[in-house]
């Protein structure tokens, strides 16, 4: 089993910058990949960025490509998304997920490629 804990989001104005958190803990010994998605109210969850255990690779949806970066901490086991240039329309809540499996995705940038995931943490950019 693998928990995941997001922490880091929060009320911000457009332009501003934010830090998302993600503590995992337990059997991570397996991961091959960690992503960030996000749910706005009435909305699909829907993917925002990537990162592979294997090579450090990573991989992002167009709408943030420049502003968002995914990163992780070898030691602490945390992996991180930068969101710089924040819009009105990145609020959403920002769920971790992560793949346990020794299978590399086919479709990452699917919910159904991670198995486990956080609670969400909520991110409100003002205009």
């Known amino acids: 089993q693998v928990q995941l804990r997001e922490s880091g989001g929060g009320l911000v104005q457009a332009g501003g910058s934010l830090r998302l958190s993600c503590a995992a803990s337990?059997?991570?010994?397996?991961?091959?990949?960690a992503g960030w998605f996000r749910q706005a109210p009435g909305k699909e969850r829907t993917f925002v960025a990537g990162?592979?255990?294997?090579?450090?690779?990573?991989y992002y949806v167009d709408s943030v490509k420049g502003r968002f970066t995914i990163s992780r901490d070898y030691v602490q086991d945390t992996v991180y998304l930068q969101m710089n240039s924040l819009k009105p329309e990145d609020t959403a809540v920002y769920y971790c997920?992560?793949?346990?499996?020794?299978?590399?995705?086919?479709?990452?940038?699917?919910?159904?490629?991670?198995?486990?995931w956080g609670q969400g943490t909520q991110v409100t950019v003002s205009s």
């Open positions: 997920a992560a793949r346990v499996s020794r299978v590399r995705p086919s479709d990452p940038q699917t919910t159904r490629a991670y198995n486990y």
């Open positions: 337990g059997r991570t010994s397996s991961t091959y990949a």
């Open positions: 990162i592979y255990w294997t090579d450090d690779s990573t």
